[in-house]
């Protein structure tokens, strides 16, 4: 079961821009599908991208257009390339991994867009 550490939260002013991480440990993360998930304030977690094993992508309609998830096979690690952020994606972005039964959740990362 891998293990999984996020980075790259912060405040950023609206229509800028962020670039958050997800390390993953362990040789199988290649075949894990990854999601970034968030949480904003009273709100219930919310799937904001996920992209599979195999490289397939898809999004919340929230963030079509604005958000791109990118996986590194190589360095066991996905990103979430978060354009145009509005004040409304405010939330704590959390790292999810599973591959069949297993499953696995990072600490989460702050994200806070205000000016």
């Known amino acids: 079961q891998v293990q999984l550490v996020e980075s790259g939260g912060g405040l950023v002013q609206p229509g800028g821009s962020l670039r958050l991480s997800c390390a993953a440990s362990?040789?199988?993360?290649?075949?894990?599908?990854m999601e970034w998930y968030r949480q904003a304030p009273g709100k219930q977690r919310e799937l904001v991208a996920i992209?599979?094993?195999?490289?397939?992508?898809k999004y919340a309609n929230s963030v079509e257009g604005r958000f791109t998830i990118s996986r590194d096979n190589d360095k066991n690690t996905v990103s979430l390339q978060m354009n145009t952020l509005k004040p409304e994606d405010t939330a704590v972005y959390y790292c999810?991994?599973?591959?069949?039964?297993?499953?696995?959740w990072g600490q989460g990362t702050q994200v806070t867009v205000s000016s």
């Open positions: 362990g040789s199988a993360f290649r075949l894990y599908t």
């Open positions: 992209i599979t094993n195999g490289g397939s992508t």
């Open positions: 999810h991994g599973f591959l069949g039964p297993l499953n696995s």
